[in-house]
């Protein structure tokens, strides 16, 4: 997917406002610091999407730095500047926190990063071949003893959480009485993995991209209340960057703005470093050369810091 000309959009104190790319400055003057500062949440996916587009812009003479925060404190890096960027505001998960950086007027939002995102409560197949296919199913007395009331979910405060547990205060799907089981990502994986070894009976939080999708052979449940967001908890995973840096660094901007993956491309290189446990950088480059035609797309309009065309010193750098 070229996304060369999509628009980048702007939170301005009046709402959201779509300026095209074709109208700001790309090339990178004297006034572009090569500096850029990313705020990279320890998801394995972020991990590997960070690490790519850090190669890619050191390519083109920028210094790049990353510092690993929860999305809480990330938010709030960007609203004070402390940090440059963030690619992992995963929306609708991270509304409150997202909807009140808006309100600070200090963000800008470059749009969705992945395409196919989603997440909600996830099943062994087994499961739900057994009949257990919606979440409207979960209080099912056969069903709900069964997972004796429990979901697994991942870490207290993460987006995912917060959702989960809005739920069972509300009593969704008949909820009030079950407990959420909140633990680390790994934690809750180990547990999947632990139940699906000996055919037990587990639901818990369940998103793409991620290795789970190819490890294991899951179910996400129907949501017919949209308890984790519209159309089936489809989600966006966007780019932001602090407005006082997008300002200052319009070829940066533009390079950010065109970084997009789908998300069977990310959940690949989620099982290859996190799963196969391999570095990020090398799975990072190894996906640029296994993926030139994107990676030009990516660097379409952008320039390295000294003003050059960013594609051919792409080429050169990465042996495309």
């Given at each position: ?13 009046g709402?959201?406002v779509?300026?095209?790319l ?10 572009e ?103 409207e199913?979960?209080d ?7 997972l ?63 290795w ?65 446990e ?43």
């Open positions: 997917m070229n996304n060369a000309n999509r628009p980048m959009t702007r939170i301005l104190a709402g959201l779509a300026a095209p074709a109208l700001l400055p790309a090339v990178a003057s004297a006034a610091s090569a500096e850029i500062r990313f705020a990279t949440p320890s998801w394995p996916g972020v991990t590997v999407k960070t690490q790519l587009t850090a190669e890619l812009l050191t390519a083109l003479g920028y210094e790049t730095s990353q510092q690993e925060v929860g999305a809480t404190i990330a938010y709030e890096a960007l609203n004070l500047g402390e940090v440059d960027a963030f690619m992992a505001a995963w929306l609708p998960a991270q509304g409150p926190m997202y909807e009140a950086s808006i309100e600070k007027d200090t963000l800008v939002d470059l749009g969705n990063n992945v395409d196919g995102a989603r997440l909600g409560l996830a099943v062994p197949r087994y499961v739900a071949e057994a009949g257990l296919t919606s979440l199913d979960l099912k007395d056969e069903f709900a003893e069964k004796g009331r429990e979901i697994y979910s991942i870490e207290v405060g993460s987006g995912m959480s917060e959702t989960l547990n809005g739920g069972i205060d509300n009593d969704t799907y008949g909820l009030g009485d079950w407990t959420p089981v909140e633990t680390s990502t790994p934690g809750m994986l180990s547990a999947v993995n632990n139940a699906i070894n000996n055919n037990e009976w587990i639901v818990f939080a369940g998103w793409t991209p991620h789970m999708n190819i490890e294991y052979d899951v179910v996400y449940l129907d949501d017919p209340q949209d308890m984790w967001g519209p159309n089936g908890g489809s989600s966006d995973v966007r780019t932001l960057l602090s407005k006082t840096y997008s300002e200052s660094h319009p070829n940066a901007t533009r390079l950010l703005d065109q970084v997009t993956f789908s998300a069977d491309d990310q959940s690949a290189m989620i099982y290859e470093y996190s799963y196969n391999r570095d990020s950088e090398e799975v990072a480059i190894e996906w640029i050369k296994q993926h030139p035609e994107r990676v030009e797309a990516f660097a379409e309009g952008v320039t390295t810091i000294d003003g050059e065309p960013a594609w051919p010193a792409l080429q050169k750098a990465f042996g495309l």
